[in-house]
């Protein structure tokens, strides 16, 4: 059974960084293939996605977010870090992670996380 | 980045319709389209993969179909556990995007 679970601050101030633990169970990063990314959606509105990084170390952003956006990963836990720095009130949303894999070529989340709602609010 | 243009936003439909919702993508592109639902404060759950191969356990009643810039998810026959928001993504790009959304809600 594949499961994940973002975890960290609930509140953090403008200026503040982010930084979100995906921990997961059922799968291993360490697996060609597979990545762990992270999605965030707003009150309200759509899902928006932030990046990735693979098995290999392999990382993609958002070029929105690009400058600000740092994503880790700690095989041997299980665990992805997210850090998202200089946070605005416009970065309140819910937080996602997801794994991420190949399926007949085309990469899908097929597992996600249960969400984490973050606000940012002085 | 490419962006994922779904229509419409939203619809109304009643229980045994058959609905079908629209995805463009700002360039063509082959089959690295998902579609995704979500049910409110709930986390999105894969019904699609590569256009239309149905994820395990995902009733035959959704299909997907497509190419180029235009791709389709079809509900052949509500159900009420349908009414619910449907968002497309592509993964052909090394930054993936969503569509806006479609919200099905009832006539």
């Known amino acids: 059974q594949i499961t994940l679970k973002e975890s960290g601050p609930t509140l953090v101030k403008p200026t503040q960084t982010l930084t979100l633990t995906c921990t997961f169970s059922g799968f291993s990063l360490s697996t060609s293939g597979v990545g762990v990314g992270w999605i965030r959606q707003p009150p309200g509105k759509a899902l928006e996605w932030l990046g990735i990084?693979?098995?290999?170390?392999?990382?993609h952003y958002s070029p929105s977010l690009k400058s600000r956006l740092t994503i880790t990963k700690d095989t041997s836990k299980n665990q992805v870090v997210l850090t998202l720095t200089n946070m605005d009130p416009v970065d309140t949303a819910t937080y996602y992670c997801?794994?991420?894999?190949?399926?007949?070529?085309?990469?899908?989340?097929?597992?996600w996380g249960q969400g984490i709602l973050v606000t940012v609010s002085s | 980045d490419i962006q994922m243009t779904q229509s419409p936003s939203s619809l109304s439909a009643s229980v045994g319709d058959r609905v079908t919702i629209t995805c463009r993508a700002s360039q063509s592109f082959g089959n690295y389209i998902n579609w995704y639902q979500q049910k409110p404060g709930k986390a999105p759950k894969l019904l699609i993969y590569?256009?239309?191969r149905l994820q395990s356990g995902v009733p035959p009643r959704f299909s997907g179909s497509g190419s180029g810039t235009d791709f389709t998810l079809t509900i052949s026959s509500l159900q009420p556990e349908d009414f619910a928001t449907y968002y497309c993504q592509q993964t052909y790009s090394t930054s993936f995007t969503f569509g806006q959304g479609t919200k099905l809600e009832i006539k």
């Open positions: 990084i693979y098995w290999n170390d392999d990382k």
């Open positions: 590569a256009v239309f």
């Open positions: 997801a794994r991420s894999r190949y399926n007949f070529g085309v990469a899908e989340s097929d597992s």
